[in-house]
Structures are given as C-alpha cells and as structure tokens.
C-alpha cells in the first residue's frame, strides 16, 4: 500500500550529501518526521473534544461522509479504542470513522486518567468498561485497538487479569511490548518506568499464558522514533496467537491516523481465522 510522498525542500540536498542507503534512510527519516509534526499539530487543535469521556448510550454507528453510503455488512463485535500516555480519546477521530464506515456499528473510546500511576490499576479499569459494554450490547466478546502505552495496558488486561476470555482480537500500534529505552529523562514517571526493558510489569508479561484465547495483532514502524529498539513493538511470546505487521514509511503519531494502516486494522479485525489474519501481514505496509 502507497500514498503519494510529501515533498519537502530540503530533501534533494539530503540525497546529494549523503551517500545511497543512508541517504534513502535518511530522506525516509525526514519525511516521516515532518508527517508526525504535522498529525501532532492537527492532534493539538482536536485534543480539547477527547478530554472528557464520550457519553455513554446506544451505540450507533457514525455518519458517512456527505454522498458517501455506508457498507452493508453482518454485526460483528464491539470495537474499544485505548490511546496512548498523555493522550486522549480525539487521537482516534479518523481511525473511528473508517471502522464505522465498514460495519463496525459499536466503537467505542476509554480516556484513562492522565494521573493514573499504574499500567495495572488502568488494565483493571478497562476490564470493568469492557464489562460493560458486554453488558450494554449483549456482545460476549470486543475488539481492541491499542496504541502506544494503550496497547500495553490491554496485553496487561489480556494476559494477567483473564481479559482473554472478553477480547476477541487485540490490535496493537507503536506498543512497547519488550521496553522501550527512549527518553530517559521521563523515568520520573511510573508509567514510563512500567514501560523500561526489565521492569517488573513487563516480566509479568514473560510469563507463561497457557490457552489464551486472544489473537494479537502488533503493527511496528521501521521510522518509529518512540521505539528503541524498533522491534520492542513487536510481541515475542510463545503462548500467544501472534502476528507482527511492519509498516514502512511512516512514525510513531501517525500509525492510529494513515489511512493504511486504517485499512490493515480493519483487516486484523475481520479476519476470524489464523490464516485470514496473515494475509494482513503478508510483505508488511509500505506507506509512504
């Protein structure tokens, strides 16, 4: 999958200073950065309508756009989207839309405390909201996105707090899985030790989970500048269902807004079988 490529002034000096490979990584790097700046602006106007939590109701599902017809399809299961650490629920505005606009008629967002502590304690509060929504809908399992620290908090929920007999797929994007060493100055915060190779809760996730009944899906960029190393976003476990889908082209802040990796979502999310579910990652994306 492509998208037409940004151009950016100062991209043909880079190829000309800098010699082949590195150029292309280089070049690769740049464009894929000023894509992030430019979602982090776009995300910073949208970030007052996610502070609070959406009202809670019927579940319905979103307009289509203006002469745009929604696609008939069969019910399928709730849709949970988790952000990321600072973050609220408008980082999915987009990814949203186009789940709604291919049949998922219930997503639905959780904002996490941006005080919250403790990856455990914010696991346990997802697993009363999925409670829920069983509830609500009458739907004995969901679907849930993840992105960043939102994908750990639901690998904690799956795999330590028995969230695997309510989850049915759970999608991973720019999760740190095995510890990311980025930012050491952030270490102050106990989320972000949580999220440390080595940690305590990360070794809790080391452990054998015999019979879980979740299918993991784990998107990882090649140009995700919030990873270190890049393939700490992918999870490596012997007791769990398992695919890893690398995308190529694009950063960290725009794996839940490419329309792309959009489309790749909503394929791990269909697929009802282990061999549906590779086809996702078959030869990664390439987005950019």
């Not at 010699?19 to 700046?37: C, H, M």
């Not at 991973?172 to 949580?194: K, Y």
Request: aromatic share 4%; proline share 8%.
């Amino acid at each position: 999958m492509k998208v037409t490529r940004a151009a950016l002034p100062f991209l043909p000096l880079c190829q000309r200073l800098l010699p082949g490979r590195l150029a292309g990584l280089s070049v690769a790097l740049l464009r894929a950065t000023a894509l992030d700046l430019a979602i982090l602006a776009g995300h910073l106007l949208l970030y007052p309508s996610g502070v609070f939590q959406e009202r809670r109701g019927p579940s319905a599902p979103l307009p289509p756009p203006d002469g745009a017809a929604q696609l008939p399809t069969e019910t399928k299961r709730p849709v949970v989207l988790l952000h990321g650490f600072i973050d609220n629920r408008s980082v999915f505005v987009l990814l949203r839309r186009s789940l709604a606009q291919h049949g998922r008629q219930q997503v639905e967002s959780l904002n996490y405390s941006p005080l919250t502590c403790d990856i455990r304690t914010a696991a346990e509060l997802l697993g009363r909201h999925i409670e829920e929504i069983c509830e609500r809908t009458g739907s004995a399992r969901v679907d849930i996105v993840g992105h960043s620290l939102g994908g750990l908090i639901a690998r904690y929920y799956v795999q330590r707090l028995g969230g695997d007999i309510r989850v049915g797929t759970l999608v991973t994007l720019g999760t740190p899985h095995s510890g990311t060493r980025v930012v050491p100055l952030a270490n102050a915060h106990p989320i972000v030790r949580q999220m440390r190779p080595g940690s305590e809760l990360l070794d809790e996730l080391t452990r054998p989970a015999p019979g879980c009944r979740t299918h993991f899906v784990s998107f990882w960029s090649d140009l995700d500048h919030l990873m270190d190393p890049l393939e700490t976003a992918c999870v490596d476990h012997p007791d769990l269902m398992v695919q890893n889908v690398r995308v190529s082209g694009i950063g960290h802040l725009a794996l839940p807004v490419h329309p792309a990796v959009a489309t790749g979502i909503r394929q791990a999310l269909d697929a009802d079988t282990t061999e549906a579910a590779a086809d996702v990652r078959s030869g990664g994306l390439t987005v950019a």
